[in-house]
Nanobody
């Protein structure tokens, strides 16, 4: 069992940066692949980024490639999402999720555990 708690969201202006954190409980955190997803009002939950348990492999959605960076600190049981050059279209609730497999998967239903989400609002 893994419990996930996101933090770091807020209201920012276009062009600003934010860093989201996802703190995980459970001694097996380091064995999980971790993903970030987001969901805007009236839209489906969409993939943002994923990082394999060892941290050496990552994958990003085209919409955030070059602007967002996912990282993890297994000693702190935490995964991060550094978001730079934010745009109004990045506005959404951001969720972290844990996948028991080593695959870099992009579909929400592939993930086993979810956090409660943190709101990110980017004004123009």
């Amino acid at each position: 069992q893994v419990q996930l708690v996101e933090s770091g969201g807020g209201l920012v202006q276009a062009g600003d940066s934010l860093r989201l954190s996802c703190a995980a409980s459970g001694r097996t955190f380091s064995s999980y692949t971790m993903g970030w997803f987001r969901q805007a009002p009236g839209k489906e939950r969409e993939f943002v980024a994923v990082i394999r348990w060892g941290g050496g492999s990552t994958y990003y959605a085209d919409s955030v490639q070059g602007r967002f960076t996912i990282s993890r600190d297994n000693a702190k049981n935490t995964v991060y999402l550094q978001m730079n050059s934010l745009k109004p279209e990045d506005t959404a609730v951001y969720y972290c999720a844990a996948d028991r497999t080593a695959a870099l998967r992009t579909t929400p239903r592939a993930y086993d555990y979810w956090g409660q989400g943190t709101q990110v609002t980017v004004s123009s």
